[in-house]
């Protein structure tokens, strides 16, 4: 259970800075359902906005990399960091934006092996080749 | 500094069961440079043999997912981990394979927001929504 | 649910060790309530003593930071670390000490930012400016 | 080593949207000096808006919590994911706010002792008190 | 719950490379019970072949360091990784192995002391002595 | 560098309480090496004296986990929290105590492979199998 309350929408409906945030999140996710996590940011409406526009600028906006590549790197970074609600929320992110169970299972794979070698290189302490310095 | 020694290419000429996972990797990877990592589990020829092998099983086969878009989750991983070592090998190995500038800088903005709405879920400790369960 | 027994207060009666550490809990916080964390720990007498004393001396001793603020650095590094459980007692502890709404909106904001900029440093390998050092 | 270069303020002045964000930065703080972590997030000139408005509003805007509170949140949150340059930093920005030494070594032990205790917590699995459940 | 499906026993038998996997399991351990870890693997064949022939060569062979101390190193890497599944399936590992109460407490206080050093040194950011150097 | 001072031996001199510490640091240890940990704690006695108390009752006393045996569960944790010092330091200490090179191969692995599970438990999501819970 959360530590603040989870704001419903007749509560988002009184609100209009969060009202206007919650449109925005439906309209350019096209679809109807704003997860928990808005609901919790909810309490705090700049806050809101702030995180919001910021995940539209990086996760939505036409870029270099490809709206699937980023959910696999944002389950990367969630899973290393033990966030349950994020590796659910991006799995099914990811899914939705055609994720085969193959790239699935290599996704797991990838994250494993990093996590196995991060902790090598860590417990070893090996210390850095002069050819992977940035000139 | 490490805290095991790194094994130079005359001591690895000398254990066979090193020389031939040194061979393997200057073969596979098509460069004649080892670097520390493998320098330093070259200390357990078993181990240096169980990780290479499963590092060329996950990184270098063929694969649903392509080679530069594994180098980025590596990164996402090694970040979140906090593996400097790591982080350097693999931004290297990414720009070898390919990763422009642009594609540099929105990785590194999808690591520090992955990073933030991690931190943000944690602290409120959000619920899980019923929509992400996989049935 | 927990790798180890809980401790009831029939069984703490029972052992004087585990049942002095209760009695001091108690008049120091002014509470009968006895958290989980404190029935684990009750298996080993002596870790339990140790870590009382010491968390007594720190977080209820007269000091330079004032009460909430602790509690505040407390959810701080729980969150960082991941620790569900720290998050929602020392949430529910600073709420006792007067965090208002929108200081945890603020807190939360704050550990979100932190944790976004560790990520970027982290992933970007930011050296060190020379007007950081400690001289 | 960073894993990508620092800009320097010759090269900032030659590109309007990184210069307009170095002199907010300047302005903010009343300073000239603009750190390495800033001279990193320029090669992406969006991204270094976007985190420096962000920083500006939770960091620099009047709030419930004063500012050296939130650089000992900043600095707890950031020992906990092992981040140095953010540590120093931190630690530097706090100084420079008036966090005496007695502060910082309470400081100190406050991020040690949690430590510990989210470490004993997560080993024990300790269930949670439905005293802490938020209704 | 999973973000992908646990084979049950009666899919297993259908899948010759998993069920010559989990057959290995079974008589290694010398037991019919195959985990749920193991069941999520079994997603991809591959993966599952090398994890569990890893962990077989770590954990199972004969070799200098006890089978019981192995599984405390294990609870304690876990532990500080936030892994709840881990901690539990080792904690009962490491029972089965002979663990006795006294063990348990006094790992459990290793792993938060451990936890506390660990966040007193990085707060600090303690310089290394010369003596640590490996020559 | 550190970010905070680090106290000489002549500056210790002049704090009984310091004082005091060190010279049962050095008693204990049969040594009279204090490393740099203990000079930066030395900042604050108080916290000095609660801490090493803690380390002689945890790592010094008899127990029912051998000396060597508890530095590698120390090396264990210290590395999956990525703290360096603690790396270099506790291996320094597990070699004073008869580490061979052959546990360090094998601690250097069993951490890997915690890594590596640890990685691919939390990307899955696995539940807990009910023969795990404690009764």
């Given at each position: 259970?959360?530590?603040?309350?989870?704001l419903?929408?007749?509560?988002?409906?009184k609100?209009?800075a969060?009202?206007?945030?919650?449109?925005?999140?439906?309209?350019?996710?096209?679809?109807?359902f704003?997860?928990?996590?808005w609901?919790?940011?909810?309490?705090d409406?700049?806050?809101?906005?702030?995180v919001w526009e910021?995940?539209k600028?990086?996760?939505f906006?036409?870029?270099?990399?490809?709206?699937?590549?980023?959910?696999m790197?944002y389950?990367?970074?969630?899973t290393?960091?033990?966030?349950?609600?994020?590796?659910?929320?991006h799995?099914?992110?990811a899914?939705?934006?055609?994720?085969?169970?193959?790239?699935h299972?290599?996704?797991?794979?990838?994250?494993?092996?990093?996590?196995?070698t991060?902790?090598?290189?860590?417990?070893?302490?090996?210390?850095?080749?002069?050819?992977?310095?940035v000139?």
């Amino acid at each position: 259970m959360a530590t603040i309350r989870l704001l419903s929408d007749a509560e988002v409906e009184k609100i209009p800075a969060v009202k206007a945030v919650f449109d925005d999140i439906r309209a350019t996710r096209k679809s109807d359902f704003v997860n928990n996590f808005w609901r919790g940011l909810a309490n705090d409406p700049a806050a809101l906005k702030r995180v919001w526009e910021q995940l539209k600028a990086v996760m939505f906006a036409d870029s270099a990399i490809d709206p699937l590549t980023k959910e696999m790197i944002y389950i990367a970074v969630s899973t290393a960091n033990g966030c349950s609600y994020c590796i659910h929320s991006h799995t099914a992110a990811a899914r939705a934006k055609g994720m085969t169970d193959a790239q699935h299972g290599e996704l797991v794979s990838i994250i494993g092996l990093a996590g196995q070698t991060n902790h090598l290189v860590t417990a070893m302490q090996i210390s850095l080749d002069p050819q992977f310095e940035v000139k």
